[in-house]
C-alpha cells in the first residue's frame, strides 16, 4: 500500500469514527496495518476507537505498539494514561501521563488526568501540584477548581478553607453549580447562607423539588417568616397544599401582623378544599373544631348540617317514633325536604317487615348510599371545610380592609356556601368603600359581581324552565333566567328537595280523593280508560284520525296461556299501536276526546308519552313488564296511578324533570317538530337475560304479523345477550344503532326525533326459541362443536347452575359436590356442565368478576369430587355457545332465576330448581313464569319443599340468600334420569 493510499484509508477511519462508527473504523485501521504494521497513526487511532467501545484491554495495547513506533508523540501517551485510568491500573497511568507531560507540558488535560491517579495512590500533595497547573493552565474551567478543591478536602481538615474558597471561585464563575452548594454543605452542612444560596439555585433552573427540600432544610436551620412564606409559595406551585398550610400557618407565628400571610392561607385551604373536599373533612377533623360541633335533637328546628350528623344519636333519639313519623324525620335532617306520602307509606312499610333496630340501623346505611344523599353531603362538607378559607381571608380583611382579593374570595366561598345575601353585602360594603377611596374600576367590578350572585337561583330556573316546557308558563325569551347553565345533577337535587307529589291510586280511591279529582275537573272514568290495554279499544282510538277503516293487525294473536294483567303487562296494545301507526291514544282526563302523541321521552325505567289535552300529562309506561304505570300532570304534580310498580316512583319524575330542563332546548325543538320515527328500545333496561328474551320476544310478535318493517330505528343498549342484528336478519342493519347509557338513550329519542318504544312479550314461542338456537348454531366455532359433541357421550348429561351474587344458595360448593359424588356412585358414565355466569356482546368489567369468582367455586367443587368424573365448563361462555350446549343436556339443576331461560324457555328439559322460600312458593303458583311463559311446556322444574329451605334472614325477597338441603335436590334428580333413556339428545350441529 503506497502513502497516497494509506492516507485515504486513514482518512475515512477518521470520518468513520467522527460518525460514531467505531466498529467501522477499527475494521478500516486493521485493514491498513494488515498492509503495514508500522503505521503508528493506525495503532493510534485504533486505540481511540476501541476505547470507545470500551475493549481497553485491545486499546491499551493499540497505544503501546504506536508509542513504540512514534515515542515523541505526546497524545498516544495521553490516550494510553486515559485507558489505563479506566482500567484503575492508576501507576502505569500515572507513568504515562508524565511521559506526556514531558513531551507537552502545556496540556492541562494531561495534568488533570495525573492529578487524578495520583490522587487515587494517595500521593495528595502531587495530585494538588498536577491540578493546580492544570487550573492555571485553563482557569475558566471550573470543573478542575472541582477536582481540586475534592483533593484539597481530602488531605487534611487545614485545608477546608483553601477548598471552601476554591468553591467559592466556582461559585463565582457559575452560581447556579448546584454541585458545587453540596461539595461545600459538605464542609459547612449547617450554614444557612449556603441552603438559601442552593435554594435560590434550584428556583432559578426551576428545579421546584430540589428548591422545597433546600427550603425545608432551612427552615429547620434558621426558621424564620421569609423562609416559611417562600417555601409555601413553591409547595402552592406543586400543589402540596397540605405542607402549604403548615408553612404558612408558621409563617402567621412568626408575624401575626401580616394581611398577606393570611390571604395566601386563605388560598391554600380553598385549593385545597376544591381538589379534595372529603378527605380535608377528615384529615383537619372539621367535625371536631369547636365551632361545628352540634348535638340532634329530636325535632331540633334546625338540625346539624348534614356533613355532622351522627347516626348513632340520631337513632337513640328517634328509637321511640312510629315508623311513619321516623320516616318523616329522617327525609326531615337527612334529606333536608318534606317527603311525599307515597314515599313515606313505602318506606314505612319496608322498616315494618323486619327486626325494628336493624331495618332503622341498615336504613340509615342505604340512605348514605343514594344518590340524592351523597350530592347533599358532598356539597355539606365543601361548604363546611369552606368556612375554614372564609376564616383565613376575614382576618386578612381585618388587617388591611383595602385587600380587594380577600373580600373577592369572601363573596365567592359565600355564594358557594348558598349565603347569596351575605355575599351581595360583601360586595355592597367593599364597592363603596373603594369608590371613597378612589379606586373605582375596583369598585365597579365588586358592583358587579353583586349583580351576578343575584341571578337567578338554579331552583327557581328549573322551576321556571319546567313551567314553559308544560304550558304552565310560558317563556320570556328575553329573561336572564335563558343565560344560567343548568347541571343535571343540581337539577335532579332541586326537584328532589322541593317537588311535593300527590299520589292517588284510582283502584283504592278515598273519597277525598274523589273531591281532589272532581275539584281539578278530572274525571274518574277517563283515567280509568287510559289505564286499559285492549285491542279494540286500540282500534276505536286509531279510527278517530282515521278516513278509512283502520284495525291493528292480528294475523297471529297473543297466547291466553299466561296472565298478562297478573304481571302488569298492560302496554302491549299501546306499543303496537305506535309501531303501526307512529302514535300512542288516549283520552283527555278532562274532556273526554280522543287524543293522540307520538311525543316520548325515555328515563330509567320508564317511557313519558306526552300529551296534550285540557292539560298537558305523561303517560307512563315502563317497569319489567311494560306497565301502564300512571299518569303525570305537572301543573299539580298530581301522580294518578294504575297499577303498583316500585321501580318508578317520585324519583323517577325528578330525574325527567331533570333530563328535560337541562336539555330544554332540544325538547322545544322536539315537541315542535310533528315528523317522528318509530324506534325501538331493546338492552337497556335491566341486565338480565329474563327481560331481554321478552324483549325478543316482542320482535317476534311483529315479524308474526308481518310488522318489523314498521320500525325505523333499533336502539340497542349495553345489554344486547344476543345480538338483534343476529336474531331478526330481517331488519337492515343501517336501522341499528348502538348507545350506552339511559342519558344518552334520552337525547337521542329527542335530537333525532323518535318515538320511542319497548317491545315486551312474556312469552316464548318454539319459533322463537329455534330462531335463537339456529343463529346461535351459525356463530358457534367448529372446536366449541366438538366440545358439545364429546359431552353428548355421557349418560345422563347433568347441567349445575352456580350462582355467586343475590339469592345464593350459601353451602352450594358442598352440596353440589355431594350431589355429584353420590350420583357417580350410580351413574358412572356421569357427566356434568358447570353453568354460571356468561359473556355478552358487550361484557364489562363486572361480568368479569362474576366469572372469575364462580370459576373458583367450580374449582373447588372439582377439588371434591372423583378426578374420573367428566365435567365441562360453560361458566364464562358467550349466551349463544350456552345456547347451542344447553341443547345437549338431559336435565338441570337450576337457582330460580335467569339461568333457567336456557333450561326451560330455550329447551325445555326437565330439572330441579331451588330458591329462597319466597321465590320457590311463588313458583307454586299457576302464574310461575319460568313454566307458564313457554309455549308447548312440558313438565314444571321440580321445587323444593319449604320445609327443606332456610332463608338467611328476612331481607328483601330479591336479594335474599338461603340454605337448602342438597339431599332433597338429589332424590329428585334420581327421579328424574329413572326416567330418561339415552337418546340423540341434540339436533344436527355438522
Excluded at 489505563?84 to 514531558?102: D, S
Aim: with cysteine.
Amino acid at each position: 500500500m503506497n502513502l497516497e493510499t494509506t492516507v485515504i484509508e486513514l482518512n475515512q477511519g477518521q470520518q468513520l469514527f467522527t460518525e460514531g462508527n467505531f466498529e467501522g473504523a477499527i475494521a478500516v485501521y486493521r485493514q491498513v496495518l494488515e498492509l503495514n504494521s508500522s503505521d503508528s497513526w493506525a495503532h493510534h487511532h485504533m486505540g481511540e476507537a476501541l476505547a470507545k467501545l470500551g475493549q481497553l484491554d485491545e486499546a491499551v495495547t493499540a497505544y503501546r505498539h504506536a508509542i513504540e513506533l512514534k515515542p515523541d508523540f505526546s497524545w498516544s501517551y495521553h490516550h494510553l494514561g486515559d485507558a489505563l485510568a479506566q482500567q484503575q491500573q492508576w501507576e502505569e497511568a500515572a507513568e504515562a501521563f508524565r511521559k506526556g507531560i514531558e513531551l507537552n507540558p502545556e496540556h492541562f488535560g494531561t495534568y488533570v488526568g495525573l492529578g487524578k491517579s495520583l490522587a487515587k495512590l494517595g500521593q495528595l500533595e502531587e495530585a494538588i501540584a498536577a491540578y493546580r497547573r492544570a487550573s492555571e493552565l485553563n482557569p475558566d474551567a471550573d470543573w478542575i477548581h472541582h477536582a481540586l478543591a475534592n483533593v484539597l478536602q481530602q488531605r487534611t481538615q487545614l485545608d477546608l478553607a483553601e477548598a471552601i474558597a476554591s468553591y467559592r471561585q466556582i461559585i463565582e464563575l457559575n452560581p447556579d453549580n448546584v454541585e458545587t452548594y453540596h461539595n461545600l454543605l459538605q464542609i459547612q452542612p449547617d450554614n444557612s447562607d449556603i441552603w438559601l444560596q442552593l435554594a435560590e439555585a434550584f428556583v432559578r433552573q426551576e428545579q421546584m423539588e430540589e428548591a422545597i427540600t433546600s427550603y425545608r432544610r432551612l427552615v429547620e436551620l434558621s426558621p424564620c417568616e421569609q423562609y416559611y412564606q417562600q417555601l409555601g409559595e413553591l409547595l402552592v406551585k406543586q400543589e402540596k397544599w397540605d405542607e402549604a398550610i403548615i408553612a404558612y400557618q408558621r409563617a402567621i407565628e412568626f408575624n401575626p401582623e401580616s394581611y398577606l400571610y393570611y390571604y395566601q392561607l386563605g388560598e391554600v385551604i380553598y385549593n385545597r378544599v376544591m381538589q379534595n373536599p372529603e378527605s380535608f373533612f377528615a384529615d383537619y377533623k372539621i367535625a371536631e373544631l369547636p365551632y361545628n360541633k352540634k348535638d340532634y335533637t329530636l325535632f331540633d328546628n334546625e338540625p346539624p348540617d348534614i356533613c355532622f350528623i351522627n347516626d348513632e344519636s340520631f337513632l337513640q333519639a328517634t328509637s321511640h317514633l312510629d315508623e311513619e313519623a321516623y320516616v318523616l324525620e329522617i327525609f326531615r335532617v337527612y334529606y333536608k325536604r318534606e317527603v311525599s306520602d307515597d314515599e313515606v307509606i313505602r318506606s314505612a312499610q319496608w322498616f315494618r317487615e323486619g327486626n325494628r333496630s336493624l331495618r332503622r340501623l341498615q336504613g340509615l346505611k342505604g340512605v348514605r348510599n343514594l344518590p340524592e344523599f351523597k350530592i347533599l353531603l358532598s356539597r355539606s362538607i365543601i361548604s363546611a371545610c369552606l368556612q375554614e378559607s372564609i376564616n383565613a381571608y376575614r382576618k386578612a380583611t381585618e388587617l388591611n380592609y383595602n385587600h380587594y382579593k380577600s373580600h373577592y374570595r369572601i363573596a365567592e366561598v359565600l355564594t358557594k356556601q348558598g349565603k347569596s345575601n351575605e355575599a351581595v353585602t360583601v360586595c355592597y360594603d367593599i364597592s363603596l368603600h373603594l369608590a371613597e377611596q378612589g379606586s373605582l374600576n375596583e369598585s365597579v367590578a365588586f358592583f358587579r359581581l353583586r349583580e351576578k350572585i343575584n341571578q337567578p337561583s338554579l331552583g327557581l330556573v328549573c322551576e321556571y324552565v319546567w313551567n314553559d316546557l308544560n304550558n304552565i308558563n310560558p317563556f320570556n325569551k328575553n329573561s336572564s333566567y335563558h343565560q344560567v347553565e343548568i347541571a343535571q345533577d343540581d337539577a335532579v337535587l332541586h326537584f328532589r328537595q322541593e317537588s311535593h307529589y300527590r299520589t292517588i291510586d284510582i283502584n283504592a280511591l278515598t273519597e277525598k280523593d274523589k273531591y281532589f279529582l272532581k275539584k281539578l275537573g278530572l274525571s274518574i272514568a277517563n283515567l280509568e280508560i287510559i289505564s286499559k290495554d285492549n285491542i279494540f279499544l286500540e282500534d276505536i282510538y286509531i279510527n278517530h284520525f282515521s278516513s278509512i277503516q283502520t284495525q291493528l293487525k292480528r294475523k297471529v294473536a297473543r297466547n291466553p296461556q299466561y296472565n298478562a294483567e297478573w304481571l302488569g303487562h298492560t302496554g302491549m296494545y299501546l306499543v303496537q299501536s305506535i309501531v303501526e301507526t307512529g302514535y300512542a291514544y288516549a283520552v283527555c282526563p278532562i274532556s273526554g276526546r280522543v287524543i293522540r302523541s307520538n311525543q316520548s321521552f325515555f328515563v330509567f325505567p320508564s317511557f313519558f308519552y306526552r300529551f296534550v289535552g285540557d292539560e298537558v300529562f305523561y303517560l307512563l309506561v315502563g317497569e319489567w313488564y311494560n306497565t301502564r304505570h300512571c299518569v303525570y300532570f305537572p301543573r299539580w304534580d298530581l301522580i294518578v296511578r294504575f297499577c303498583y310498580a316500585p321501580q318508578i316512583n317520585g324519583d323517577t319524575i325528578n330525574w325527567f324533570k331533570a333530563y328535560c330542563v337541562t336539555n330544554w332546548q332540544s325538547f322545544k325543538s322536539y315537541i315542535s317538530n310533528p315528523e317522528k320515527q318509530v324506534a325501538v328500545i331493546i338492552g337497556d333496561l335491566f341486565n338480565n337475560l329474563t327481560h331481554y328474551l321478552w324483549d325478543v320476544a316482542g320482535f317476534q310478535y311483529l315479524d308474526d304479523n308481518n310488522l318489523l318493517d314498521k320500525i325505523d330505528k333499533v336502539l340497542v343498549g349495553p345489554h344486547d345477550f344476543f345480538n338483534i342484528g343476529d336474531l331478526f336478519p330481517e331488519i337492515a342493519k343501517d336501522k341499528i344503532e348502538v348507545f350506552d347509557n339511559s342519558i344518552n338513550l334520552y337525547q337521542s329519542i329527542i335530537e333525532n326525533n323518535y318515538c320511542a318504544v319497548k317491545l315486551v312479550e312474556c312469552f316464548i314461542k318454539e319459533k322463537l326459541a329455534d330462531r335463537i338456537y339456529q343463529a346461535s348454531l351459525k356463530k358457534c366455532s367448529k372446536l366449541f362443536l366438538e366440545e358439545v359433541e364429546q359431552s353428548t357421550q355421557n349418560f345422563p348429561v347433568l347441567w349445575i347452575t352456580i350462582r355467586s351474587s343475590r339469592r345464593v344458595w350459601t353451602s352450594q360448593v358442598q352440596g353440589i359436590a355431594n350431589i355429584i359424588k353420590k350420583l357417580y356412585v350410580d351413574f358412572p358414565n356421569l357427566g356434568i356442565i358447570f353453568d354460571g355466569w356468561s359473556r355478552t356482546e358487550k361484557s364489562s368489567k363486572n361480568d368479569e368478576v362474576s366469572i372469575a369468582i364462580e370459576i373458583a367455586m367450580m374449582e373447588q367443587i372439582m377439588a371434591l369430587i372423583p378426578a374420573e368424573i367428566n365435567t365441562y365448563n360453560a361458566i364464562g361462555r358467550m349466551t349463544y355457545e350456552k345456547v347451542v350446549w344447553v341443547h345437549a343436556i338431559d336435565l338441570h339443576i337450576s337457582s330460580l332465576g335467569a339461568g333457567m331461560c336456557f333450561t326451560v324457555w330455550l329447551v325445555n328439559k326437565p330439572g330441579v330448581a331451588h330458591g329462597n322460600t319466597t321465590l320457590t312458593e311463588w313458583e307454586t303458583q299457576p302464574t310461575a313464569c319460568f313454566h307458564n311463559c313457554r309455549e308447548n311446556a312440558t313438565e314444571r322444574p321440580v321445587l323444593l319443599p319449604l320445609d327443606k329451605i332456610t332463608d338467611e334472614d328476612n331481607s328483601f325477597w330479591g336479594t335474599r340468600n338461603y340454605d337448602c338441603d342438597w339431599n332433597a335436590i338429589y332424590d329428585e334428580v334420581v327421579k328424574i334420569i329413572n326416567g330418561l333413556s339415552k337418546k340423540d339428545k341434540i339436533p344436527d350441529i355438522n
